[in-house]
């Protein structure tokens, strides 16, 4: 059975940094997308951010582009979220997803993932 296991979550001041992992369990790291969401409270969550099984297309969404970026360590069977010029929009619950896929793309949409992370909370005071 797969299992996501994430960490790395926590509370920064606006402007700091952080990195979160998640080490993806009992799959074969290859072919399988990986991507991040998060989830505020009374709001649905959002795509934040994604790489292929060859590690060679990311994806993010336009409010965290050029600050968040994405990687794999296919040796390691983890993908990362290294996140720069944190702002207090970017506070919420980070879930990261798998999915098998037979093309290297990212699929945004959340009801394609079949394996989830437990979620961390990464909140950013103003």
């Known amino acids: 059975q797969v299992q996501l296991v994430e960490t790395g979550g926590g509370l920064r001041q606006d402007g700091g940094s952080l990195r979160l992992s998640c080490a993806v369990l009992?799959?074969?790291?290859?072919?399988?997308?990986v991507s991040w969401f998060r989830q505020v409270p009374g709001k649905d969550r959002e795509f934040v951010a994604g790489?292929?099984?060859?590690?060679?297309?990311?994806h993010y969404k336009d409010s965290v582009k050029g600050r968040f970026t994405t990687s794999r360590d296919d040796a390691q069977n983890t993908v990362y979220l290294q996140a720069n010029g944190l702002k207090h929009e970017d506070t919420g619950v980070y879930y990261c997803?798998?999915?098998?896929?037979?093309?290297?793309?990212?699929?945004?949409?959340?009801?394609?993932?079949?394996?989830w992370g437990q979620g961390t909370q990464v909140t950013v005071s103003s």
């Open positions: 009992g799959r074969p790291f290859s072919r399988t997308t």
């Open positions: 997803a798998a999915r098998r896929q037979n093309l290297p793309t990212v699929t945004v949409q959340e009801d394609r993932y079949d394996a």
């Open positions: 790489i292929s099984y060859s590690g060679g297309i990311t």
